[in-house]
């Protein structure tokens, strides 16, 4: 078994893996040693672990994991099982790493395109020779929301309008900022898609992230959604590091 701890910016993730069957998963806001503690206890058969932590805050469960079994902690120096092109590796987000690798897996030999549609929306292309080469970084729906309230005097903060698309003519304060956010990234997100298909023959597009719903139930492309795509491609560099180190 393994141990699989994601923490993003606005949530954490816990998950155990036995072979590719997550067989536990917790959602919090934040994951301490504690809760890693209970993990251990309840599953004595997990023998490693890999943290991702994008908070800079774990040392404790870094430290705990350390001393139990077999750990890595993922940095932009872990080996991964791609070519990575990016002219600044050292500033690439974690979750892009850990998508990139999940996307090789999924799609080996093919060109992928990788969709996290959480605080941001990222997008990150591998190519059909399994090279990572970049891709796009843009607001997601809750920080457009957050940045339109913070940023003027009078806009109200709402909230997100679920599944349905809104109308294309707000007839109030609020549904105008409803089409304003979320039918504008419903397009935004589209065109972004079909300007890599453009570039990419035969591509492959994966979405996840908290809001993949969104986008999974209303763009008309073939995607295949995986919620989970930052966990499993962490599974997977655990797997590249434990076969290495035989």
């Known amino acids: 078994m393994q141990l699989i701890i994601d923490i993003g910016n606005s949530y954490a993730k816990i998950a155990v893996f036995d072979g590719a069957e997550i067989i536990e998963m917790k959602v919090?806001?934040?994951?301490?040693?504690?809760?890693?503690?209970?993990?251990?206890?309840?599953?004595?058969?997990?023998?490693?672990?890999?943290?991702?932590?994008?908070?800079?805050?774990?040392?404790d469960i870094s430290k705990l994991l350390a001393q139990r079994v077999f750990f890595i902690?993922?940095?932009?120096?872990?080996?991964?099982?791609?070519?990575?092109?990016?002219?600044?590796?050292?500033?690439?987000g974690k979750d892009r790493i850990a998508g990139a690798t999940?996307?090789?897996?999924?799609?080996?030999?093919?060109?992928?395109?990788?969709?996290d549609a959480g605080t941001c929306i990222t997008y990150d292309l591998i190519n059909n020779?399994?090279?990572y080469l970049g891709g796009a970084i843009s607001p997601g729906i809750k920080m457009r929301y957050k940045a339109l309230h913070d940023f003027t005097g009078k806009l109200p903060l709402?909230?997100?309008?679920?599944?349905?698309?809104?109308?294309?003519?707000?007839?109030?304060?609020?549904?105008?900022?409803?089409?304003?956010?979320?039918?504008?990234?419903?397009?935004?997100?589209?065109a972004m898609i079909n300007e890599y298909q453009s570039a990419f023959q035969g591509l492959k597009i994966i979405l996840s992230g908290g809001d993949y719903?969104?986008?999974?139930?209303?763009?008309?492309?073939?995607?295949?959604?995986?919620?989970?795509?930052?966990?499993?491609?962490?599974?997977?560099?655990?797997?590249?590091?434990?076969?290495s180190k035989v």
């Open 129 to 131: 020779k399994g090279e």
């Open 102 to 115: 999940a996307a090789v897996k999924m799609f080996p030999g093919q060109n992928v395109l990788v969709i």
């Open 28 to 59: 919090a806001e934040d994951i301490g040693g504690s809760q890693v503690e209970d993990i251990l206890s309840s599953h004595p058969k997990i023998k490693s672990a890999i943290l991702s932590d994008v908070r800079g805050q774990s040392q």
């Open 73 to 92: 902690e993922l940095t932009q120096l872990t080996p991964v099982p791609f070519t990575n092109l990016y002219k600044t590796p050292e500033t690439m």
């Open 158 to 190: 709402v909230n997100a309008t679920g599944e349905n698309i809104p109308e294309l003519i707000g007839n109030s304060t609020n549904n105008s900022i409803y089409s304003g956010v979320q039918r504008a990234v419903l397009l935004e997100v589209g």
């Open 213 to 243: 719903f969104y986008f999974d139930k209303n763009l008309k492309s073939n995607i295949f959604a995986a919620p989970n795509i930052v966990l499993t491609g962490l599974k997977e560099i655990l797997d590249f590091n434990e076969d």
